[in-house]
């Protein structure tokens, strides 16, 4: 079962625009991931948020939780052409993660 | 630099054929994963492993098993593989923190013909 879905499926954009994403999970959870994946390889991890967090920060990343929502949103400032991938959410129940089917991000120059 | 290593980047099997997918980590993790990953599905859960000879069922674990008869290797095993199984195959690792990321490998691209 999913986890997560994240909103949009699908994202374009310039860069030095601002990308955001958003996902929802379903059941309770200790943390909430986001990771990236460039085509074809390996899941990378970006930023954890504690379920008594509301926000964080992370070089270019912002992450915010709303565990009242089940919510969470991610936000990359300033993309640039690498930030081209896909990006999942990932809610921790249990020690184990629940993806979603993420969110495909294309920063064109 | 510590890492997930998956044996095959790619790999074709015929139907029927017990498959081998192999992981290993360096980085003295008690708890490793595998996951497959299909389009616009996302990550679905197989099996995993907190601890050396131990496993639990993820989501989907039918037609898959899995053996860790040491530390840094969890490995996963398709009986008699099917069609329905072509996939990429992700594996990962996270130490006893919950509160860490997985570091994950760069996956193996399964082909059932």
């Known amino acids: 079962s999913q986890q997560g879905e994240e909103d949009p499926q699908a994202l374009s954009i310039q860069e030095g625009e601002n990308a955001t994403m958003n996902c929802s999970y379903k059941?309770?959870?200790?943390?909430l991931q986001w990771y990236r994946q460039n085509s074809g390889r390996g899941l990378v991890h970006l930023i954890l948020?504690?379920?008594?967090?509301r926000e964080k920060h992370s070089g270019r990343l912002r992450v915010t939780l709303d565990t009242s929502k089940k919510s969470s949103s991610l936000l990359i400032t300033a993309s640039r052409a690498a930030d081209t991938a896909s990006y999942f959410c990932a809610g921790d129940s249990w020690g184990k993660l629940q993806f979603g089917a993420g969110t495909q991000v294309v920063v064109t120059p | 630099d510590v890492k997930v290593t998956q044996s095959s980047r790619y790999l074709v099997k015929r139907t029927g054929e017990k498959v081998f997918l192999e992981c290993v980590q360096d980085m003295d993790h008690e708890n490793m994963f595998w996951y497959r990953q299909d389009p616009g599905l996302g990550l679905r859960l197989i099996y995993f492993s907190y601890d050396v000879k131990m496993k639990e069922k993820g989501d989907i674990p039918e037609g898959y098993s899995v053996s860790r008869e040491k530390k840094e290797r969890f490995s996963l095993i398709l009986e008699s593989a099917s069609t329905n199984q072509t996939s990429m195959y992700l594996c990962?690792?996270?130490?006893?923190?919950?509160?860490?990321?997985?570091?994950f490998g760069s996956g193996t691209r399964l082909t059932v013909v």
């Open positions: 990962a690792s996270r130490g006893a923190d919950v509160f860490y990321g997985y570091t």
């Open positions: 948020i504690r379920s008594n967090e």
């Open positions: 059941t309770s959870i200790n943390n």
